[in-house]
């Protein structure tokens, strides 16, 4: 089984509604981030967690909310979504001792 | 400027041929290097580790910091068509600076032709 799982994998949705992305993780990690991919832009960071009670913005936060219901779980909300939105989201972990991080398999959104 | 910056490529290169993917960084307070390889439609996976300068090998993989110049590498030796994915780098600070986060490259994406 993996240790860093998302759902959904695969999500289209139309301009204003609000969705949300979920992230479980098994690797008993207790630092948890999201992340967005764009062609050409590489990974940028839109939250971080370093426990249930420690959420800090990343350098896209705007648009997106999170929820840290656990130690592990993680979710990343789209208020009120939008075409540039579309992205590949990626969800990882890492635990506070070590500085690699561990991503989970992504979820592609295309918002319309 | 980007903290890091990282040829996209594409790089084509043949079976059996010896890689070389670049990052330049200007943040002087980078510790820890990593690469992560990502396939199509997956999520990346860490490759190498690097603390500090060096070099480490794992493989037909070798990692290279160069801190004085801001400038790391991966090698890949007698690269193979599974070699073909996008490889990213990624570094971070360390001490009281140390906030956990990773700052990535753009990605090479590398394809290595039978």
């Known amino acids: 089984d993996a240790d860093v799982t998302q759902t959904p994998r695969n999500r289209i949705t139309k301009t204003g509604k609000r969705i949300m992305l979920e992230c479980s993780q098994t690797?008993?990690?207790?630092?948890m981030y999201w992340y967005r991919q764009d062609p050409g832009l590489g990974l940028q960071l839109i939250y971080y967690?370093?426990?249930?009670?420690?959420?800090n913005k990343g350098e896209i936060s705007d648009g997106y909310s999170v929820s840290r219901q656990a130690q592990a779980k993680f979710s990343l909300s789209l208020e009120s979504a939008i075409p540039n939105q579309t992205a590949l989201y990626f969800c990882?972990?890492?635990?506070?001792?070590?500085?690699?991080?561990?991503f989970g398999p992504g979820t592609r959104l295309l918002v319309l | 400027q980007k903290e890091v910056e990282q040829d996209p490529g594409p790089l084509s290169v043949p079976e059996g041929a010896i890689v070389s993917l670049n990052c330049t960084y200007s943040?002087?307070?980078?510790?820890?290097f990593m690469w992560y390889r990502q396939y199509s439609r997956k999520g990346p996976e860490l490759l190498m580790y690097?603390?500090?300068?060096g070099n480490k090998e794992d493989g037909r993989f070798t990692a290279q910091v160069d801190k004085s110049s801001k400038y790391i590498s991966l090698f890949i030796r007698d690269s193979q068509p599974s070699d073909s994915a996008t490889y990213l780098c990624?570094?971070?600070?360390?001490?009281?600076?140390?906030?956990?986060?990773?700052?990535f490259g753009q990605g090479t994406t590398l394809q290595v032709k039978p």
């Open positions: 943040n002087s307070a980078f510790q820890y």
């Open positions: 990882a972990t890492s635990s506070g001792s070590q500085e690699t991080q561990y």
């Open positions: 990624a570094m971070s600070g360390s001490g009281s600076s140390n906030t956990g986060k990773l700052i």
């Open positions: 690797k008993g990690h207790d630092r």
């Open positions: 967690s370093f426990d249930v009670k420690d959420i």
């Open positions: 690097t603390y500090s300068s």
